[in-house]
């Protein structure tokens, strides 16, 4: 009985992983993320995630093409989210 509540918990952690892992965005050590609505910035490090700086809304209009600005992967299915400047997103 305690072996089949094992088994089963560990299939249950398993599957949630896997879930979790295909709803986002595949990252790598050194990867930048700006979290946009707070304007900070994190770097991704091979013991976590580091926040390095606050940017200002000039800096958040200029960001490279290869920042991270999301770490979930686009879902048809999420609400959508309206932004400041009429700017209508999926969360």
């Not at 994190?42 to 200029?62: H, T």
Request: aromatic share 8%; charged share 20%.
């Amino acid at each position: 009985m305690i072996k089949s509540i094992a088994t089963a918990f560990a299939a249950l952690l398993l599957s949630a992983s896997a879930l979790a892992q295909s709803s986002s965005v595949p990252v790598k050590d050194f990867d930048v993320y700006v979290d946009t609505p707070t304007g900070f910035v994190f770097v991704k490090l091979p013991a976590g995630w580091k926040f390095v700086a606050r940017l200002d809304e000039a800096e958040m209009n200029r960001l490279p093409g290869t920042v991270l600005t999301s770490l979930l992967l686009p879902d048809s299915d999420a609400p959508m989210v309206a932004r400041q400047g009429g700017e209508t997103v999926k969360p």
